[in-house]
Every structure is written in C-alpha cells, then in structure tokens.
C-alpha cells in the first residue's frame, strides 16, 4: 500500500525567512495531496492541496509542488510569521475514494 | 468552523471495555472518514462510510467497526480495549460533488484507555 515520509520532522526558521517541508510516496496511482495544518489540541485544517495533473499552486505565502516522475511533493511557506508555527502533515490519497495516507508531520518553530 | 462535529470530547476508559464515538456530519456529506492519530503521530486511516456501506479499510483489526446512518452521522465502535488505543480519533467528511476532495475534519475526541 501506500506510504508516505515526510521530513524533517522538526523545523526551526527566523521569523520572515521561508519554510521547505518535503514528502515522499511510495504509490505512483497517488493523484491528490493535501498540506494540513495541525494547531496543539485543535482538528488538522487544510492550507493547500495539488493534484496530479498540476505541477504547482500557489496561495498567498504558501505554495505547492510535485514532482510525479520523483514522486515527491513539497510545501514553501515564504516570509514566515509566528502564526505558522504548528505542526505540518501532508498526505496522499488515490482513485476516487479519497482515503488520506499521512506523513508523520514536522514540527514549524518561527523563532522571533 | 467545518460544520463536523464529534462527541464526546474526551473519554476515559478501561482496559477491556468497549467504547462508541460518534461524528455528526453536514447535509450533503455522504462520505465519512475516521482516523487514529497517537500522540505525535500522524493520522492513521481506520475506515471509510460512503452512503452507509464500508467502502475502505485501512490496517486495523476487526474489533474497530463503524456505521453510518442516512441522517450524515456516523459511529466508530472498538472492542476490547487496549491501552494503545488511547489516542485522538478523528472523522472527517466529504460532500458528494464530483471533483470535491477536501475533507472537513471534526475536533476530535482524545479517548484514554487505563
């Protein structure tokens, strides 16, 4: 099945300077993923999500992209404010079931 | 607010017992999601609703089951407890339009199991 890595696992950047989170999958039928954003103790909230058929999105300070050929996928956040700082997890899913295989997640510290 | 509501919010139980959750879903949103997400992890797939019929699994044991009922809610059972089940568990909903792939998540219920 499945399987998706993400890394790193814990990521500390200057307030205003730019974030790179980075994922990995195993299945090549994946065709949607999904960045969520998970705030201590509160539901993961959807920020951003690509599929297969696009390379790149972009929304505001935060963008997307995917390397199919790679079979990875990353997420930028640019110009990073305190309120970014949360727990990050992509996912992956295929067909038109939709069922969301996550990474481990990394950890943003935005450090004033 | 996504509109996906679960109860309880937290819940202690003991080794061995059996528990329900429950997940109550906007109008429209025929397909239901529930995920295990143990402390500094991420999620993991349990199973999927769709119309009330399981239409997924993911690598769970059969002690997890769940239903769906045609009023948009749905339930996750587990028997027999054990004390790696304490985790959060989370539903999470999708509307029925095709193309539609964001899934709305419910706050969770952090079940403890002692």
């Known amino acids: 099945g499945e399987n998706v890595e993400q890394h790193p696992s814990t990521l500390s950047v200057q307030e205003g300077d730019s974030a790179v989170i980075k994922c990995t999958y195993s299945?090549?039928?994946?065709?949607?993923f999904p960045w969520y954003k998970q705030e201590l103790g509160k539901r993961p909230q959807l920020i951003i999500d690509i599929r297969s058929n696009v390379g790149e999105k972009k929304d505001q300070r935060i963008a997307v992209t995917l390397n199919k050929t790679a079979k990875h996928f990353s997420l930028h956040i640019t110009e990073t404010q305190p309120e970014d700082s949360a727990v990050y997890f992509c996912a992956a899913s295929k067909g038109s079931n939709y069922q969301l295989i996550w990474g481990a997640g990394t950890k943003l510290i935005i450090k004033p | 607010e996504t509109g996906v509501t679960q109860s309880p919010t937290h819940l202690i139980k003991t080794r061995g017992q059996q528990v329900t959750l429950r997940c109550s879903s906007q109008s429209g949103h025929n397909t239901v999601s529930w995920y295990q997400q143990a402390l500094g992890q991420g999620p993991q797939f349990i199973f999927q609703?769709?119309?009330?019929?399981?239409?997924g699994r993911g690598n769970f044991p059969p002690r997890f089951s769940g239903l769906q009922f045609p009023n948009y809610s749905s339930e996750l059972n587990v028997n027999a407890l054990e004390l790696d089940d304490s985790a959060l568990y989370l539903c999470?909903?999708?509307?029925?339009?095709?193309?539609?792939?964001?899934?709305?998540f419910g706050q969770g219920t952090r079940l403890t199991v002692v």
């Open positions: 999470a909903s999708r509307p029925t339009q095709e193309g539609v792939t964001e899934a709305f």
């Open positions: 299945d090549s039928a994946s065709n949607y």
């Open positions: 609703y769709y119309r009330e019929e399981e239409n």
